[in-house]
C-alpha cells in the first residue's frame, strides 16, 4: 500500500485542508469508565502541528499535551491529543533526521533483540512496526532472520533506507490487514507504543499476525525512570509525540490485558553520543546550542556512553494454545 492511500490533509497546505480538532483519550488497561487526574496541564499551540515536531529523535522542547494519569492502574497519557487524521499526516510528512545516530541505535536495540534467543525465538520472519529507515531489519539479517519486514510511514525514512530493506518496507501505519494472520516468529515495537492513540488494536493486531508461540519485543520511555523523577515537568519524555507514557507495570498489565505472557521488563542500557546527550538534557535552547557548537568544536560530541537512561523493553509471547478468532 502506497502512501497516498492514507487519509491525510494537504501538507503543503496544512492550515486550510486539515482539522485541527482534539480527540479524547481513554484509559488502554481500564477503559473508558475510569477515572483519571491532571498532573501537568497542556502547553501547545496549533503552530505546533507541524511534521518537523512529529519526526523522531528531534530535540525535545518540553511541548505537550494535558497530561493525565488513571486513578485505576497508574498509566500516564495524554488527554485530549491531535485527531487521527492529523496525526496520520504529520507521521507520513515527518523528518528522517538521525541518520547519524542508526549506528547507535542499532547497537542498542541489536542487544535486546537478541535476548530473543533465551527464548528460542524463531529465526524464520520478522515484523518491525515503525522500523525509520530499516536499520534495525539489518541488523536482523546479519543476526540471521531470514525474511524481515517493516512497517514505517515516513516517506522520508523509507526512501532513506539501504538497498538489502528497502523493498522490504510497506509505507503505512499498521492497522488490519496489512498482513495475513500467523505468519511471523517475532514482532518489534521501538518507541512505537507510546506514539499511537489506540494501543489496543494495536497489540491485538501483533497478536494476530504472530504465530503461537511467537514473541513480541518492545521498548518505550519509562514515566518511572530515575531521569523522569528527577526532571519531573522538565523530562524530556512530556512531549506532544507522546500519547501514552509507561512503567514497567502499566507495560506489562496492557500486554497482559491483550492476552500475551510477558516473558520480562527491564531497563534499557542506550549507547549515545555525547550530541545526543546534550541534546535531551533540559537546558534552556540558547545555552544548548552553544553547548553543542563547542563540543563540536572540541571534537568530542561523538564520544559514546551506554547507560540506562530512562527506557524500558518488555518480550512477551503468544500462548501456543492461543485461539485465533475469525476477522469480523
Ligand atoms: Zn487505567
Known sequence: MSPGNLPKCDQGNLRETCDFSLRSTTCPICGPTAA????????????????????ARRTPDRVHYRIVRCSRC???????IGNERLLTTLYSASRFQYGAETGD?????GRYLRKLEKYHAGKGTLLEIGCGNGYLLEQALND???VVVGVEPSREAVAAAAPQVKNRIVCDIMR????????FDVVCMFQVLDH???????LDECRKVLKPGGLVLAINHNIEAIS???LGPRSPILDIEHTFLFSRSTMRKLFESRGFLVEETGPVLNTYTLNYLLRLAPLPMPVKESVLRATHRLGVDSIRTTLPLGNLYLIGRVPRDYHITPRA
Do not use: C, M, W
Open 228 to 230: 523522569a523523577r528527577v
Open 105 to 109: 541505535l542499532k547497537t542498542t536495540y
Open 74 to 80: 497508574g498509566l500516564v497519557r495524554s488527554d485530549p
Open 176 to 183: 488490519p490487514g496489512l498482513f495475513e494472520e500467523n505468519q
Open 196 to 202: 499511537i492513540a489506540e494501543p489496543v488494536p494495536l
Open 144 to 146: 540471521n532472520y531470514r
Open 36 to 55: 483519571s487526574q491532571e498532573i501537568y496541564p497542556a502547553n501547545f499551540t496549533v503552530d505546533h502541528f507541524v511534521p518537523e515536531i512529529f519526526s
